[in-house]
Nanobody, 125 residues
Framework: VQLQASGGGLVQAGGPLRLSCAAS????????MGWFRQAPGKEREFVAC????????FYADSVKGRFTISRDNSKSTLYLQMNSLKPEDAAVYYC???????????????????WGQGTLVTVSS
């Protein structure tokens, strides 16, 4: 399974940005797909995830109400719409997936099997 994240860039605080993550590979199932981010000097942190079977979505408290995770299963693509961006949202954003439903450990990076290469989001104040 290969994940290709894109859409990062420089945006002013308060502005929007949409990230995409295209999945490929014969064994891709995308049961759980998620976004994480990592700022310089910090640990990788959970942002949001989505379950394929039920459509349920989950968010970190820090992005709830501002970010929206969505997916187009026909295109094997995951999205993250980010609105009202803040300087503290600046980070490298990674998409990840696991071939099973993850609930209690969804915020733990090691719960995911496959990762994209990351896309840089910079927010100017």
């Amino acid at each position: 399974v290969q994940l290709q994240a894109s859409g990062g860039g420089l945006v002013q605080a308060g502005g929007p940005l949409r990230l995409s993550c295209a999945a490929s590979g014969g064994t891709f199932r995308g049961i759980t797909m998620g976004w994480f981010r990592q700022a310089p000097g910090k640990e990788r942190e959970f942002v949001a995830c989505s379950w394929r079977a039920t459509g349920n979505t989950f968010y970190a408290d820090s992005v709830k109400g501002r970010f929206t995770i969505s997916r187009d299963n026909s295109k094997s693509t995951l999205y993250l719409q980010m609105n009202s961006l803040k300087p503290e949202d600046a980070a490298v954003y990674y998409c990840a997936t696991a071939p099973r439903a993850i609930y209690s450990t969804m915020r733990i990076p090691s719960s995911y099997d496959y990762w994209g290469q990351g896309t840089l989001v910079t927010v100017s104040s």
